[in-house]
């Protein structure tokens, strides 16, 4: 049988077949390990394009102090107690007067609530000073309590401050709150209740562990509390307590306002360079007297009224004013002061002449303008003891003490420095020695 020959497809077929063999055989170009990368141009605008700012901060303001205060409530009862609604109603009985005595205490009110935080505390505490005073330093009556505290004298000295005739730091708000929150502090861990905590603060720590016996406080309901063999006082005292917790958490229902805190703040305290007297104090400061006495009342005692004080708790707007115009008065000036009222015509520049200092710096000290006349019956703040007291302008003699110079004798007693120089045969390079007696009256006086 003979063979036919392939068709026209086929050997089209083969041929494509053997083309591709081929292709497979043969080597393949090896990649350009090193490309030639063609970036795209880019235009640049013409015009600056606008720079977007980030949002703000969100940076949270501290709560106000009455949100702080009701976050720290321990306990509220305010429903159901006869004894608690009762002194509620009583302290909320004129709102004007609950609103302003809180208006005044809030100073003090801060520098207690801080020291709460710190220690972390039932903010019930922080109403303790008024429950006992209404935030008032209190003096001593004879060996009694005193301060906003209302400590005893025993238990002042005993927990380290300082109780004299010339200093009473239970009248100092910073150092009496540091032992009043401290022994608070040592009831609550010691008892586990701030309710028996307070009660231990009034009555005293071993008449409350008298009256638990075995019980243990944390466990007492309200009927046991009550029950505790302690005075009518000291239950009352923790009435009025929550009471207060009670007027603070929810004013409206009680038909009151609180004074508002938003921009107050603490009192700052001021170590001093050399004590100063607390009249001169208020006019530096630019605050009324009665309020510095009010902040500063451990150095105002029934001898020594005003000062000196060698520590100062001002309000921070009065810090600065008050530095500056301190700088501007010698320290030898600063704590002896005294008033007197003008009987004759004067000026302030004839005035100042008179004792030996400047007339802008004698301004300064009463707040007033040097270039103004002085008038008849009006007061004057001048250095140097008082006309009537030892060691006066009634004396004729001083004697000298190590220290002392002659402009500083001269100011003391109200003199011109010319004139005891005049009267002593003096001159200002004399050397002063101690012991020795200067007069310090003319001769014909």
């Known amino acids: ?255 009151v306002s609180l004074p508002s805190v938003e921009e107050l703040i603490a009192l700052e305290s001021l170590e001093l360079p050399s004590p100063i007297d607390l009249r001169l104090a208020a006019v530096l400061a630019g605050l009324p007297l009665e309020e510095l006495l009010r902040f500063n009342a451990a150095w105002a005692g029934p001898e020594k009224p005003f000062g000196p004080a060698s520590q100062l708790s001002l309000p921070p707007r009065s810090v600065k004013p008050f530095e500056l115009a301190m700088a501007l008065i010698p320290d030898d000036m600063l704590s002896n002061w005294h008033t007197r009222r003008i009987n004759s015509s004067t000026t302030l520049e004839s005035l100042a002449s008179r004792l030996d200092i400047s007339p802008l710096l004698l301004a300064r000290a009463n707040g007033l303008d040097p270039e103004l006349p002085l008038k008849i019956g009006q007061e004057l703040l001048l250095p140097g003891p008082a006309p009537n007291s030892t060691n006066t302008t009634s004396a004729q003699t001083h004697t000298i003490r190590r220290g002392d110079t002659l402009s500083t004798i001269a100011r003391r007693y109200g003199v011109q420095l010319s004139e005891l120089l005049r009267w002593n045969t003096l001159t200002t390079k004399s050397i002063l020695k101690p012991g020795v007696s200067l007069r310090v009256r003319s001769p014909s006086d």
């Not at 305010?78 to 709102?95: D, F, I, K, Q, W």
């Not at 401050?161 to 910073?174: F, G, I, P």
């Open 1 to 255: 049988m003979s063979m036919r020959e392939p068709c026209s497809w086929q050997r089209s077929a083969a041929v494509i077949g053997l083309l591709v063999l081929g292709a497979c055989s043969a080597p393949q170009p090896r990649p350009d390990l090193n490309p030639v990368v063609v970036e795209p141009v880019i235009s640049l605008p013409t015009t600056r394009p606008e720079v977007t700012k980030p949002p703000p901060l969100n940076v949270s303001k501290p709560a106000p102090p009455w949100q702080r205060l009701r976050e720290r409530f321990a306990f509220l009862d305010c429903e159901n107690n006869p004894a608690v609604l009762r002194e509620a109603r009583r302290y909320t009985s004129n709102p004007h007067r609950f609103s302003e005595n809180w208006r005044k205490a809030l100073p003090l009110f801060l520098l207690v609530l801080e020291q709460i935080e710190r220690r972390d505390l039932p903010g019930e505490f922080a109403l303790l000073p008024y429950v006992e005073s209404h935030y008032r330093q209190l003096p001593a009556k004879g060996h009694g309590p005193a301060g906003m505290w209302q400590l005893m004298e025993r238990t002042a000295v005993d927990q380290g401050l300082k109780v004299n005739r010339s200093l009473d730091e239970r009248l100092d708000a910073r150092a009496s709150t540091a032992v009043a929150i401290g022994l608070l502090e040592r009831y609550d861990r010691q008892f586990s209740d701030w309710r028996v905590a307070n009660l231990a603060f009034n009555a005293g720590e071993y008449r409350v562990k008298r009256a638990l016996g075995n019980r243990q406080a944390r466990q007492l309901d309200r009927e046991q509390l009550a029950s505790l063999r302690l005075s009518k006082t000291s239950h009352e005292h923790l009435a009025r307590l929550m009471a207060l917790s009670c007027i603070i958490n929810d004013p409206q229902r009680f038909s």
